[in-house]
C-alpha cells in the first residue's frame, strides 16, 4: 500500500500562523526605514542646495541665500541682486525676486511626512513659520545656522552650516 506524503492541515496552519507572526514583527520596523530615508533624503537635499549656494556665490561673486521654509513645506535658493543693477524686489531691496524659470532657484518640496523640527541662525531660534534663511557669501563663509527635521516617526536629523567655511554637515540624530 503506497502512503501519501503531503502535509497536514494543522501544519499548514501553523506554518501560516508563524509567517504571520514575523510579518507583523518585521513590517513596522520597515515602514520606520522608509520615514528615516525621507528624512535623511530632505537633509541631503538641504545640503546639496547649500553647496550650490556656496558654489555660485564664489563664482558670481554675490551672495546667496539658502531659504527653508516650514509653513511652505520647501528649501530653495534665491540670490542677492546685482550690486550695480536696480532692485526689483519692493519687500528686501537686495534681494532679486525668486525665478521660476532658472532650475537653481526651484523650490525643493520636503518629503512626505516630514518637518522642521527646530532651526537656528547665528545661534538664535527662528520664530515658530518662519523661514530659516542662511546666508552665502562670496569669500566662502556663511551664517552658522542648525536645522533639524523630523519624521513623522520621530526620527530627528540635523543639518549644520559652519560659519567660517561654509561647510553643511548632516548630523544624524542629534538635539544639541
Request: with cysteine.
Amino acid at each position: 500500500m503506497a502512503t501519501r506524503r503531503g502535509f497536514t492541515l494543522i501544519e499548514l496552519l501553523a506554518v501560516t500562523a508563524i509567517v504571520c507572526a514575523l510579518g507583523l514583527l518585521v513590517l513596522p520596523r520597515l515602514a520606520g526605514s522608509r520615514a528615516r530615508d525621507r528624512v535623511l533624503a530632505q537633509a541631503r537635499n538641504v545640503v546639496t542646495l547649500a553647496q550650490a549656494a556656496r558654489a555660485r556665490a564664489a563664482g558670481e561673486g554675490r551672495a546667496y541665500l539658502l531659504v527653508v521654509d516650514p509653513t511652505k513645506g520647501e528649501a530653495r535658493l534665491l540670490r542677492r541682486r546685482d550690486p550695480l543693477a536696480a532692485a526689483t524686489d519692493p519687500e528686501d531691496p537686495e534681494r532679486e525676486p525668486a525665478d521660476a524659470t532658472a532650475s537653481w532657484s526651484r523650490p525643493i518640496p520636503f518629503a512626505d511626512g516630514v518637518r522642521v523640527f527646530s532651526a537656528e541662525r547665528l545661534g538664535e531660534p527662528v520664530a515658530a513659520g518662519e523661514p530659516l534663511v542662511v546666508v552665502f557669501r562670496p569669500a566662502g563663509e556663511a551664517d552658522a545656522a542648525r536645522v533639524v527635521f523630523e519624521s513623522a516617526q520621530g526620527d530627528l536629523v540635523t543639518v549644520t552650516v559652519e560659519p567660517a567655511t561654509g561647510r553643511t554637515t548632516i548630523v544624524d540624530g542629534v538635539l544639541e
